[in-house]
C-alpha cells in the first residue's frame, strides 16, 4: 500500500505536469503529419494549451495491473508519447495537444484493450479504467482461484479505502458483485478495524469530550477518569464491531459491509442508502433483512450495562431506544457512503468497480 506521503508527492507532480506554466519545463512532442482534411483544425489545436490523460488499467477481477504499456495515437498517427503504468495501476500523459486521441494497452499475459476519446485545451481527462481480460493462455490460472481468495483480494482493495486518504472505510464494497465473505475474513475484517490507529484517535477524542464535560460523573475526572472513558469507548467500539460486524453475520450468514449503488436516478440511490440500514445482503447474494445490525446494536448496548457507572446504565426500553437512534444512524452514514465519501476517498476501488459492472 503506498503512503500517505507518495500519495500527497504524486498528485503535486501531478498537478505540476498538467499545469499550463510547466509545459515548457516537459519534452516537447514531436509534430504529427495529419490527413490533409484535418490539416487546418490540427493547426488550431496546436495553438492551444495541451492538456492530460490520466486513468488506470485493471483487470476483470478489479486488480490493478502494473507495467502496462499506454500508448496514445491520433487518426492512427502516434503522438511519440507512451506510459507504463505503476504499481497503483495508474498513469497519466502530460502535454497532449487538444483533440481525439486513441489509447492502446498493453500488458504480458493480457489481451490488449483501447479506449478513445476527446481532449480539451487546458483539461485533464481522467478516462474509465480500462479493463484488460486474460490472455487465452492464462486462463486456467485465473479460473483456479477459489471464491475465498477472489473475496481475499477485494478485502485487500477495500482495507485501502480512506476518507481524506487517514479515516479507514473498510466496510464499504464498490463493486456490487464482490465475493461473500468467510466467517474468518469477516473476524479479519473487524481486527483491521479495531487495531487501526484511527480508531484509537476517535477513541480518545470521545473520552477527552466527555471527560470536558463531566459525562458519566461516576468515572470522577484526572488520570484516572479519562482512562476509564477511554476503555469504556473502546469496549463500545470492539462490541459493536466485532457483534455487528463479525459475529452475528457469521451465525446469520450475513454481509455486513455497504454496497455503493454509485448508478441510477438520485431519488433511487437516496432511497437504497436508506433501505441499507435494516436491510443487507446475505452469503447467498440475496437482500434480506439486516438482523446482524439490529441484534447487534441491542446486544452492544446490553453489554455497555456492565461497565459503565450504575447511574448511567441503560435500562432496557433504553437500550431498544438507542438501537432505533443506531438505525438513524446507519442510515444517515449510508447516505454519506452513497453520496460524499466517495469523493473523499482517494482510493481508486470506485472506479475498478465500475469497470466490472
Same mark, same amino acid.
Given at each position: 500500500m503506498p503512503s500517505q506521503f507518495n500519495a500527497v508527492v504524486a498528485a503535486i507532480i501531478f498537478a505540476l505536469a498538467c499545469a499550463p506554466g510547466t509545459l515548457a519545463q516537459l519534452p516537447q512532442q514531436s509534430p504529427v503529419p495529419e490527413p490533409a482534411q484535418t490539416a487546418v483544425a490540427d493547426d488550431e489545436a496546436d495553438d492551444q494549451p495541451s492538456g492530460c490523460i490520466s486513468g488506470e488499467v485493471v483487470d476483470q477481477s478489479g486488480a490493478v495491473v502494473a507495467g502496462a504499456q499506454v500508448h496514445v495515437s491520433r487518426n492512427g498517427q502516434s503522438l511519440n508519447q507512451d506510459a507504463t503504468t505503476g504499481t497503483d495501476g495508474q498513469f497519466f500523459l502530460a502535454n497532449i495537444a487538444p483533440g481525439t486521441f486513441d489509447l492502446t494497452i498493453t500488458a504480458a499475459g493480457f489481451t490488449s484493450g483501447s479506449y478513445s476519446g476527446m481532449l480539451h485545451s487546458k483539461e485533464i481527462d481522467a478516462v474509465p479504467p480500462i479493463v484488460l481480460n486474460v490472455a487465452s493462455s492464462t486462463t486456467e490460472v485465473s479460473v483456479a482461484l477459489t471464491r475465498q481468495e477472489?473475496?481475499?483480494?477485494?478485502?485487500?482493495?477495500?482495507?485501502?479505502?480512506?476518507?481524506?486518504?487517514?479515516? #479507514?472505510?473498510?466496510?464499504?464494497?464498490? !463493486? +456490487?458483485?464482490?465475493?461473500?465473505?468467510? #466467517?474468518?475474513?469477516? *473476524?479479519?475484517?473487524?481486527?483491521?478495524?479495531?487495531? @487501526?490507529?484511527?480508531?484509537?484517535?476517535?477513541?480518545?477524542?470521545?473520552?477527552?469530550?466527555?471527560?470536558?464535560?463531566?459525562? *458519566?460523573?461516576?468515572? &470522577?475526572?484526572?488520570?484516572?477518569?479519562? /482512562?476509564?472513558?477511554?476503555?469504556?469507548?473502546?469496549? @463500545?467500539?470492539?462490541?459493536?464491531?466485532?457483534? &455487528?460486524? /463479525?459475529?452475528? #453475520?457469521?451465525?446469520?450468514?450475513?454481509? +455486513?459491509?455497504?454496497?455503493?449503488?454509485?448508478? &441510477?436516478?438520485?431519488?433511487?440511490? *437516496?432511497?437504497?442508502?436508506?433501505?441499507?440500514?435494516?436491510?443487507?445482503?446475505?452469503? !447467498?447474494?440475496?437482500?434480506?433483512? !439486516?438482523?446482524?445490525?439490529?441484534? &447487534?446494536?441491542?446486544?452492544?448496548?446490553?453489554?455497555?450495562?456492565?461497565?459503565? #457507572?450504575?447511574?448511567?446504565?441503560?435500562?432496557?426500553?433504553?437500550?431498544?431506544?438507542?438501537?432505533?437512534?443506531?438505525?438513524?444512524?446507519?442510515?444517515?452514514? !449510508?447516505?454519506?457512503?452513497e453520496f460524499l465519501i466517495p469523493k473523499l476517498t482517494p482510493s481508486k476501488t470506485l472506479r475498478r468497480s465500475q469497470a466490472q459492472q
Open positions: 477472489i473475496a481475499a483480494q477485494q478485502i485487500k482493495i477495500e482495507e485501502q479505502q480512506r476518507v481524506l486518504g487517514v479515516i #479507514p472505510n473498510f466496510y464499504v464494497s464498490y !463493486n +456490487p458483485h464482490a465475493e461473500p465473505l468467510t #466467517p474468518k475474513q469477516k *473476524f479479519q475484517l473487524a481486527a483491521r478495524t479495531v487495531i @487501526d490507529p484511527f480508531t484509537f484517535v476517535i477513541v480518545a477524542g470521545a473520552a477527552g469530550v466527555e471527560q470536558w464535560q463531566n459525562h *458519566f460523573i461516576g468515572y &470522577g475526572q484526572g488520570a484516572q477518569g479519562y /482512562a476509564k472513558r477511554f476503555g469504556a469507548n473502546y469496549a @463500545d467500539t470492539v462490541t459493536s464491531t466485532f457483534i &455487528g460486524g /463479525a459475529i452475528l #453475520p457469521s451465525i446469520l450468514k450475513q454481509d +455486513p459491509r455497504y454496497f455503493y449503488k454509485g448508478i &441510477g436516478s438520485m431519488r433511487s440511490r *437516496f432511497l437504497y442508502a436508506i433501505a441499507m440500514s435494516v436491510i443487507c445482503k446475505g452469503d !447467498n447474494r440475496r437482500w434480506q433483512p !439486516n438482523y446482524s445490525g439490529i441484534l &447487534g446494536s441491542l446486544a452492544a448496548g446490553g453489554i455497555s450495562n456492565l461497565y459503565y #457507572p450504575a447511574e448511567d446504565r441503560n435500562s432496557a426500553a433504553l437500550t431498544f431506544d438507542n438501537a432505533g437512534v443506531s438505525i438513524i444512524s446507519s442510515a444517515v452514514s !449510508n447516505l454519506f457512503q
